[in-house]
T-cell receptor, first 118, second 113 residues
Framework: AQKITQTQPGMFVQEKEAVTLDCTYD???????LFWYKQPSSGEMIFLIY??????QNATEGRYSLNFQKARKSANLVISASQLGDSAMYFC???????????????FGEGTQLTVNP | GAVVSQHPSWVICKSGTSVKIECRSL??????MFWYRQFPKQSLMLMAT?????????EQGVEKDKFLINHASLTLSTLTVTSAHPEDSSFYIC?????????FGPGTRLTVT
């Protein structure tokens, strides 16, 4: 069974500073995918970044980067130059190995509530 | 980019009635869609996998007779909460996509009075 662990229920960061949100995972599958989503108070799930288990480089998307340490089974999200609008719940999720033609059910961590202070 | 819509965005119903929630993929075909439930300040929990043209696959502990799922076309899946009770009040979210990208609908907030 897969498991995603986010050990930081809440994080605070000053505007314009960088922040790292932790995520560790547990799986015996050699092929898997890791996602980070942002959920503001409106409830919508906003995709931020994806890392495949076979991807050679750490994923980056604008101010978001994923610090992927495969041996440690960690996939931490780094947000650079935090903005007030970054205040939200952040979820780490893992895709089960179901092949490239199947659907992709996700298992989510418990989430980290990020608050950006002015 | 791909968009997944849900309707309604919020609904209030009386205990004992049924509520139908629609999930549509607007610009792509989805043979598989997923239904999640989220209680306040908690994570998303997968309820079921909706497969076009076949029966849905339910997660352990989810009552299939209470949460009816129909995936009648490649762009539409529906979740019907039958005989709703106050404990069914929650945020329901659907998703669809590819192995490298999962798009989520905006969610439906259900309140059962």
């Amino acid at each position: 069974a897969q498991k995603i662990t986010q050990t930081q229920p809440g994080m605070f960061v000053q505007e314009k500073e960088a922040v790292t949100l932790d995520c560790t995972y547990d799986t015996s599958d050699p092929s898997y995918g890791l996602f980070w989503y942002k959920q503001p108070s409106s409830g919508e799930m906003i995709f931020l970044i994806y890392q495949g288990s076979y991807d050679q480089q750490n994923a980056t998307e604008g101010r978001y980067s994923l610090n992927f340490q495969k041996a440690r089974k960690s996939a931490n999200l780094v947000i650079s130059a935090s903005q007030l609008g970054d205040s939200a719940m952040y979820f780490c999720a893992m895709r089960e190995q179901q092949g490239e033609t199947s659907g992709s059910r996700l298992t989510f961590g418990e989430g980290t509530q990020l608050t950006v202070n002015p | 980019g791909a968009v997944v819509s849900q309707h309604p965005s919020w609904v209030i119903c009386k205990s004992g009635t049924s509520v139908k929630i629609e999930c549509r993929s607007l610009d792509f075909q989805a043979t598989t869609m997923f239904w999640y439930r989220q209680f306040p300040k908690q994570s998303l929990m997968l309820m079921a996998t909706s497969n076009e043209g076949s029966k849905a696959t339910y997660e352990q502990g989810v009552e299939k007779d209470k949460f009816l799922i129909n995936h009648a076309s490649l762009t539409l899946s529906t979740l019907t909460v039958t005989s709703a009770h106050p404990e069914d009040s929650s945020f329901y979210i659907c998703s669809a996509g590819t192995p490298r990208m999962q798009y989520f609908g905006p969610g439906t907030r259900l309140t059962v009075t």
